[in-house]
């Protein structure tokens, strides 16, 4: 069973908090950015959450994931703890991968995110790649990436689709469509409007759903797992969707009207899911509240962790780089360490440390 679905009414609870979570996390890590407390760059899934959410909902636990640039939502998504991603944001060694990730390579390879990646285009590859894991060790799993409208025109995204098609793996490739590779629209990027219709140069299937709508990316990845465990091969799913704030933090957005951001707020997923769920009679407008009043506070927990959490120590740039000692890095990490006990033991005989 997967940890949360769409099937119950629990389920449905637990991905709407999911979703509030990802835009409670985003914007405040928007914010913490601004006041200069993140280092390098946040890219924010606000306005995306339903293709994330909608995903894994559909996904078993032990299923694989590979993100993107853009990843604080899936890893929301697939389960992460906001304390140990806001400390990795933080670069802190707390974090998930000790603070030397950032907010652009999150992973937790035991909880099947397999990371975010600064690559554009990188996550197919991986995903092929622990499918024909899954394939060769007759595992009942699936590996899904997920990459952007602009990724779909790069070239290791098409070796990657095209490897899964040809040897029928247990893949699904999510594409967010939300209609720009950074500034550049889609009709700048492609000649063909639904990204979807790439699928048939693969002889797969290929849908256009509604990206923001959480069901819909559910059912649709749905059959997409129960088509890749009956060994049929991939599908692609184009999400469409759109994310509110610029590409990055900091972003002036020349290339769009705030007109368009409305529109697409308009049809807002987070909103339309809890209508939806009021309607059922699953959901009252004060639990709503209750549900957005405790994400909020466990996503400023998040922050006074990644705050109060150590740095990583210099020597620690040179950990989890080779599976074997390499003793060139030995010698440059012996050599940091012995200049930050040196730096320490300077503090300490100034009277502070
Ligand atoms: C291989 C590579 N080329 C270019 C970039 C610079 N870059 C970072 S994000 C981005 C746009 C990606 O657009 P899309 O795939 O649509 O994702 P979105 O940002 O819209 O989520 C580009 C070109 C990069 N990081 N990696
Ligand atoms: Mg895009």
Same mark, same amino acid.
């Given at each position: 069973?997967?940890?949360?679905?769409?099937?119950?009414?629990?389920?449905?609870?637990?991905?709407?908090?999911?979703?509030?979570?990802?835009?409670?996390?985003? @914007?405040?890590?928007?914010?913490?950015?601004?006041? #200069?407390?993140?280092?390098?760059?946040?890219?924010?899934?606000?306005?995306?959450?339903?293709?994330?959410?909608?995903?894994?909902?559909?996904?078993?636990?032990? $299923?694989?994931?590979?993100?993107?640039?853009?990843?604080?939502?899936?890893?929301?998504?697939? &389960?992460?703890?906001?304390?140990?991603?806001?400390?990795?944001?933080?670069?802190?060694?707390?974090?998930?991968?000790?603070?030397?990730?950032?907010?652009?390579?999150?992973?937790?390879?035991? /909880?099947?995110?397999?990371? /975010?990646?600064?690559?554009?285009? !990188? &996550?197919?590859?991986?995903?092929?790649?622990? /499918?024909?894991?899954?394939?060769?060790?007759?595992?009942?799993?699936? !590996?899904?990436?997920?990459?952007?409208?602009?990724?779909?025109?790069?070239?290791?995204?098409?070796?990657?689709?095209?490897?899964?098609?040809?040897?029928?793996?247990?893949?699904?490739?999510? *594409?967010?469509? +939300?209609?720009?590779?950074?500034?550049?629209?889609? $009709?700048? =990027?492609?000649?063909?409007?639904?990204?979807?219709?790439?699928? =048939?140069?693969?002889?797969?299937?290929?849908?256009?759903?509604? &990206?923001?709508?959480?069901?819909?990316?559910?059912?649709? *990845?749905?059959? !997409?797992?129960?088509?890749?465990?009956?060994?049929?091969?991939?599908?692609?799913?184009?999400?469409?969707?759109?994310?509110?704030?610029?590409?990055?933090?900091?972003?002036?957005?020349?290339?769009?009207?705030?007109?368009?951001?409305?529109?697409?707020?308009?049809?807002?997923?987070?909103?339309?899911?809890?209508?939806?769920? %009021?309607?059922?009679?699953?959901?009252?407008?004060?639990?709503?509240?209750?549900?957005?009043?405790?994400?909020?506070?466990?996503?400023? @927990?998040?922050?006074?962790?990644? =705050?109060?959490?150590?740095?990583?120590?210099?020597?620690?740039?040179?950990?989890?780089?080779?599976?074997?000692?390499?003793?060139? %890095?030995?010698?440059?990490?012996?050599?940091?360490? /012995?200049?930050?006990? #040196?730096?320490?033991?300077?503090?300490?005989? +100034?009277? #502070?440390?």
């Amino acid at each position: 069973m997967a940890d949360f679905d769409l099937q119950s009414a629990d389920g449905r609870l637990e991905a709407l908090r999911r979703m509030v979570t990802i835009r409670a996390f985003d @914007e405040e890590a928007g914010n913490r950015f601004a006041d #200069g407390e993140i280092p390098g760059f946040v890219h924010l899934y606000i306005g995306e959450e339903a293709v994330g959410v909608g995903t894994c909902a559909a996904l078993e636990p032990d $299923d694989y994931i590979a993100s993107t640039h853009r990843g604080h939502g899936h890893c929301i998504a697939k &389960g992460l703890d906001p304390k140990l991603m806001m400390a990795e944001l933080y670069g802190k060694a707390d974090g998930y991968c000790n603070g030397k990730g950032g907010s652009m390579h999150i992973a937790d390879v035991d /909880a099947g995110m397999l990371g /975010a990646n600064g690559i554009v285009g !990188a &996550g197919p590859p991986l995903a092929t790649g622990a /499918a024909l894991t899954i394939d060769y060790q007759d595992r009942d799993q699936v !590996a899904v990436s997920f990459c952007g409208d602009g990724a779909v025109a790069q070239g290791q995204v098409h070796e990657a689709i095209n490897l899964a098609a040809t040897w029928d793996l247990p893949a699904i490739f999510v *594409v967010e469509n +939300n209609g720009y590779g950074e500034g550049t629209p889609l $009709d700048e =990027q492609h000649n063909v409007e639904n990204l979807s219709d790439t699928a =048939q140069a693969y002889d797969i299937p290929g849908l256009t759903i509604d &990206g923001m709508d959480v069901t819909a990316v559910a059912e649709a *990845v749905e059959e !997409a797992r129960n088509r890749a465990r009956s060994g049929d091969g991939p599908t692609l799913v184009e999400a469409k969707t759109y994310r509110y704030r610029g590409h990055y933090e900091g972003d002036e957005e020349p290339y769009r009207d705030e007109e368009e951001v409305e529109r697409w707020q308009d049809r807002d997923p987070i909103q339309s899911f809890r209508q939806r769920l %009021i309607e059922r009679g699953e959901l009252t407008a004060e639990e709503f509240e209750e549900m957005r009043a405790e994400v909020e506070e466990t996503i400023e @927990e998040a922050v006074d962790y990644a =705050q109060e959490a150590p740095a990583p120590e210099a020597h620690e740039a040179y950990d989890d780089m080779f599976v074997e000692t390499v003793p060139e %890095i030995e010698r440059f990490a012996n050599a940091a360490r /012995a200049r930050s006990d #040196g730096g320490r033991e300077r503090r300490r005989s +100034n009277g #502070g440390d």
